[in-house]
């Protein structure tokens, strides 16, 4: 049975994946435009937003998907869009079957599942939103990933 977050982290999974798919349409020489008030470059939120997740889901499980991604090498897209795809899909194992409230070593402190969980998808729609900035910012209509976009996208709304 579908949860409302299961709802939550399948949008957060499907937006990082269109927006990683619209990117690797774009010129590489895009990939290096950025905007005011944002993380940097558009690559670098893009490899960050990735990075992020994956270190979230190894905090609370304690593996890797993927190549680790370091900041100081720079990954393909397809590479990141299957780092991403593979994180998503272990998040809804998480979210289906971890106690949320379980404590969680984060470095010298702690936390639990459910608020790296919380963090997960806070830090992608932000650095989503991040991308896009840069995009619309640099004379690209960037593609559109909201919930509703979402919903529509696999026929479970048709909300405009």
């Not at 709802?7 to 937006?15: K, Q």
Request: charged residues 20%.
């Amino acid at each position: 049975m579908k949860t409302a977050l299961d709802h939550i982290l399948r949008h957060n999974t499907w937006a990082n994946g269109a927006l990683l798919d619209f990117c690797s349409a774009l010129d590489p020489a895009r990939l290096d435009e950025q905007a005011p008030g944002t993380y940097g470059t558009l690559y670098g939120t893009l490899q960050h937003l990735v990075g992020g997740e994956q270190w979230y889901v190894w905090l609370i499980t304690g593996e890797l998907h993927g190549e680790r991604i370091r900041r100081d090498e720079r990954h393909k897209l397809d590479e990141l869009a299957a780092i991403a795809a593979a994180t998503g899909a272990r998040v809804l194992v998480i979210a289906a079957s971890d106690d949320p409230d379980r404590q969680i070593p984060v470095g010298a402190d702690h936390s639990t599942v459910g608020t790296v969980l919380a963090q997960l998808v806070h830090h992608g729609n932000e650095h989503r939103t991040q991308a896009t900035t840069i995009l619309g910012a640099n004379g690209i209509e960037p593609p559109e990933i909201s919930a509703w976009a979402y919903g529509r996208a696999v026929g479970i709304s048709d909300h405009d």
